[in-house]
Every structure is written in structure tokens, then in C-alpha cells.
């Protein structure tokens, strides 16, 4: 078993480079299905959801060749089966993309119910009825999701509740079909309009993706024969973002897209933090102790939900009493028992969370209960007095490159240490 041992307190300041965003990323592997030739990825985050990614693809008969640790040539022109492994497809959420694709290029595919992190509930009933409007058979039971049609028709689709997951599905099911898509209260988040840029650079017309309209004009073909560079991670800057306020440190976030960042910035203001932006990088710094604020999560552009625990360290320290509301998961509080050990001060019931500043955390041993919170207790952990240990780190590498190397490089004082 590996834990991260953290000895703080530790004001981070440096430079650190944004990778590409694991969300799109996820998104744009099994995209390439669509495509009938070969393409070039760069700029993808080294993790594991990306690496397990693209063991099912291979799987599905997809020739991979990695030209560096970030960049894949993919080759999809021989897939030859429709049926995803159950084990591979089980272990993480994104895996549910493979329906989209598949559905749009073979008519048929099986999957694993999709896994990930333990959030709360989480349906996928508006993917399944977005496949059935574009004529798909969906079944789902004993673990397995099959779907299958004899031909994939365009729909006029109205979203029940915005959804990343079923929004991106829903453009990937409908590139290839006859006619033209129309989603409508479709999800805003950075990751979709980068997919339907991906898509769009390798033959299809998607139009409208980061608004809440898009539509798809379905394409015959997608001939790839392109290279695409995947987006900066939005998730992933805020949480140094927040590193740095945090730690009352000052950092210069490099490679980001500033604007995908303007809620987060916002609050940063809010609570007293300075932000500097230079367009494709911030300064981030804070001198003082932070002052309360409240957060409702809500989709893009509004506060992201995977930057809510890293705000909560930052509302756990702060001078006042702070409340979130999160509002699109609701077990995404079970972090704040593991702060608790840490001294934190916070009472958390059903989707609201009242943080009663305190003026320092205290290392302790603390378990990562999802990604996230992996990333929010890394950042209490440097934040705090004395020695922190966190366990359970296969959350983390799920979605943070080389997560501790890029924290030392700022200063913190971070192991991985075996058991
Ligand atoms: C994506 O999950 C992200 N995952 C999540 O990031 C992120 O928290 C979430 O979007 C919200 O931004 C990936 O992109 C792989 P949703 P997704 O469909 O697509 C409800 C992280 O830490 N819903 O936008 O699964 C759902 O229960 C992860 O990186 C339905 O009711 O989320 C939730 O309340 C965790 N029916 C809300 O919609 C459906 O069919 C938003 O979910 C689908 C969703």
C-alpha cells in the first residue's frame, strides 16, 4: 500500500504547468472511435483513467502507439468486436462514452456498468433516452449495458438536467448519423466544446458546443488523418489555485485558459486573494488569512463541483463561518470528516456544509474517499501543522499527473512512501 506524507506547514510558490484535462480526455479516446483512420492525441494527462482508456480500445481492436508519455497515434480502422470488457469498462466512469461511439459506428456495443468515483447516485437515464431518440435499443441489467440499432436517425433532444456525461454521449451517437441533432440544455463544461472541436477537426459538423444549444449535422465519414491537442484542465488549475490561497503562498499557473477559470477566480477575490491574469497563465496569492464566503455548486460557468473540497480546505481556515451548497452531487461531503480529523471545524448534512473557520489544521492520518477529495486533502495536508498521511491514493492517480513531484516543485515537503 502507498501513502503521500506531507509535513507542513508550507506556503507554495513557484511555477507549475497545467496538464491536459482529464475530462476531455476520457472523452476524446473513445471518440477516435467514430473515426475510420488514424489520428494523433497530444497533450494528455499521464493517469490512470487514461491509460485504462486506451488498454479498451485496444481491446476493441484500436492499434495505439504512444510517441511520448503525452502523446498516442491511435488507428481505429480494424475495430472488431462490439464487445467492451466488462472488467476494464466497470472500473471508471467515462468508460460509458464507448456506447456513444460505438452505437455510432458499429450500431452495437456492450459495456460494464460504468464505475468511478462513489459521488452518490449516478443515473444514466438521459444518455439512454438521448440513444433511444436517435432510434438505439437500450438495455440495462446484470452489471451490462448493451445497445443496439439498426440505423442511428437525427432528433430534436431536450435534457432533462444538464449533463457533461450524457451531453458529450449523446454529440458522439449522433456525429455519424443521418440527419441533424439538436441538444437541447446541453452542458456547457470546458471538456464539451473541446470533444466537439476534436470531432469537428477529424470530419464531423458540430456546431454550437459551450452553448446550450448543439447541434449536430450528421457526416458520413470521419477520416482522422488530423493531430488534436487536448485542452488544459480547468480542474486541475483551480486546485493549485486554491494550493496557493490555501497555503497563503503565490504561485504562476501556466497553460490554462483564464476564462474557463472566472468562477474560481471570483471566489478567490471574494475571500480575499489576489488574482493576475496574463491570458494563458495566472498569479495566484494570498498574504492573509482568508475570509468566509459561500459556494453553490452548479454547472459551468457556475462554481465546478470538482473544485468544491479544495474550496472547502480554503473555507476551513478562513476567518467566519462559510456555507456550501453543492448541488449536483450529494455524497461529495466525505471529505470534510477526514478535515475534521485535521481540527476543521465542519457539520455536513445532505447537500449543505457549514464550515466554521479555524486558524490551523493539524497533520493526521486521512483517507481519500474520491479524487477530489484526494487533491482537497493534499492541499490541508500542506496547509497544516505536523505530518499528514494519506491513504487510498488510487483516487488521485486517477486524474493528477505525477501529483507530489509537481507539488515539491513548489515547495511542499510531499512523499510517496510503501507500506
Ligand atoms: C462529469 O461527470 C465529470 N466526469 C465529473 O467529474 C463532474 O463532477 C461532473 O461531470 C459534473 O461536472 C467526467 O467528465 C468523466 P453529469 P458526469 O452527467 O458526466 C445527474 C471528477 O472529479 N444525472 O454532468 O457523470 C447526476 O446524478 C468527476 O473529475 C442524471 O440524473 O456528470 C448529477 O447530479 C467526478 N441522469 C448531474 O446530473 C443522467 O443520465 C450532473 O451529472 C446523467 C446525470
Known sequence: MEKLVIKGPTPLKGEVKINGAKNAAVAILPATLLIDGVCTIDNLPHISDVMISCEILEKLGAKITWNNKNSVTIDTRNIHTTKAPLDLTSKFRASYYILGSMLGRKKEIEVGMPGGCQLGARPIDQHVKGFEMLGAEVTVGNGTIFATADKLVGNSIYMDIVSVGATINIMLAATLAEGTTTIDNAAKEPHVVDVANFLNTMGADIRGAGTDVIKINGVKKLKGNATYSVVPDQIEAGTFMLAAVATRGD???????????????????????????????????????????????????????????????????????????ESIWESRFQYTQELNKMGAKITAQGKTAIFEGVEKLSGAPVYSTDLRAGAALIIAGTSAHGITEIYNLEH????????????????????????
Open 251 to 325: 504561485l504562476l499557473i501556466k497553460n490554462c485558459i483564464t476564462k474557463h477559470l472566472d468562477s474560481i477566480t471570483a471566489k478567490i477575490i471574494e475571500v480575499g486573494g489576489i488574482v493576475e491574469d496574463y491570458g494563458d497563465s495566472l498569479r495566484v496569492y494570498c498574504k492573509k488569512r482568508p475570509t468566509k464566503a459561500n459556494i453553490k455548486t452548479l454547472p459551468h460557468p457556475g462554481f465546478p463541483t470538482d473544485l468544491q473540497p479544495q474550496m472547502g480546505v480554503v473555507l476551513s481556515l478562513a476567518d467566519g463561518t462559510s456555507i456550501i451548497n
Open 396 to 419: 488521485i492517480d486517477r486524474g493528477y499527473e505525477n501529483i507530489e513531484e509537481r507539488f515539491k516543485s513548489i515547495g511542499a515537503q510531499i512523499e510517496r512512501v510503501k507500506e
